[in-house]
T-cell receptor, first 117, second 114 residues
Framework: GAVVSQHPSRVICKSGTSVKIECRSL??????MFWYRQFPKQSLMLMAT?????????EQGVEKDKFLINHASLTLSTLTVTSAHPEDSSFYIC?????????????FGQGTRLTVV | KNQVEQSPQSLIILEGKNCTLQ??????????LRWYKQDTGRGPVSLTI?????NTKSNGRYTATLDADTKQSSLHITASQLSDSASYIC?????????????FGDGTTLTVKP
């Protein structure tokens, strides 16, 4: 099946620094990628939707200047948490879907555990 | 408003037993319904995906059913194993082609005990 690779799986950073998380589709062209945040014992919360070559669409309440999303190619999207604070500590997950005609399935990355100290 | 409700919230069963998880939804227009298994600290892994015309789909010991009339789905796990302990998430997509416009259920946390 299709594979989505997310990197890094864990990251610890100091408060005030920025962290970049990568999401790659390894064997298909991901026309759309999604970024989620998940708190312990809660379901995934959609943060933003990104289409290759265009600006990301952010969900209500998500600060676009804090969570920078770049989808520069059909196989790579990045999420940068800028000026991270301890409250940004969370589990971040990406998913990707292929072009029209490809399976309707959405494939998830392994997730990234971000800890801001 | 599109909603997906899962029950029970949590479930504890003994190894070897069967169990059934429920998912009710109000998503419209319906595109597909997916069940995912999420281990703690990991991303969700797909178990099944069903479209409107499918009413059952199996993946090993996992069997999902879909009743599009009543907007209900179930995930049946047969002969449970300790490794089945995880969160099971029901996701319903709306629209015609965008599988990502999805509504997530809160999940059912399954614990399988020896």
């Amino acid at each position: 099946g299709a594979v989505v690779s997310q990197h890094p799986s864990r990251v610890i950073c100091k408060s005030g620094t920025s962290v970049k998380i990568e999401c790659r589709s390894l064997d298909f062209q991901a026309t759309t990628m999604f970024w989620y945040r998940q708190f312990p014992k809660q379901s995934l919360m959609l943060m933003a939707t990104s289409n290759e070559g265009s600006k990301a669409t952010y969900e209500q309440g998500v600060e676009k200047d804090k969570f920078l999303i770049n989808h520069a190619s059909l196989t790579l999207s990045t999420l940068t948490v800028t000026s991270a604070h301890p409250e940004d500590s969370s589990f971040y997950i990406c998913s990707a879907i292929g072009p029209v005609g490809y399976t309707a399935e959405a494939f998830f990355g392994q997730g990234t555990r971000l800890t801001v100290v | 408003k599109n909603q997906v409700e899962q029950s029970p919230q949590s479930l504890i069963i003994l190894e070897g037993k069967n169990c059934t998880l429920q998912c009710n939804y109000t998503v419209s227009p319906f595109s597909n319904l997916r069940w995912y298994k999420q281990d703690t600290g990991r991303g969700p892994v797909s178990l099944t995906i069903m479209t409107f015309s499918e009413n059952t789909k199996s993946n090993g010991r996992y069997t999902a059913t879909l009743d599009a009339d009543t907007k209900q789905s179930s995930l049946h796990i047969t002969a449970s194993q300790l490794s089945d302990s995880a969160s099971y998430i029901c996701v319903v997509s709306a629209g015609s082609t965008n599988a990502g416009k999805s509504t997530f259920g809160d999940g059912t946390t399954l614990t399988v005990k020896p």
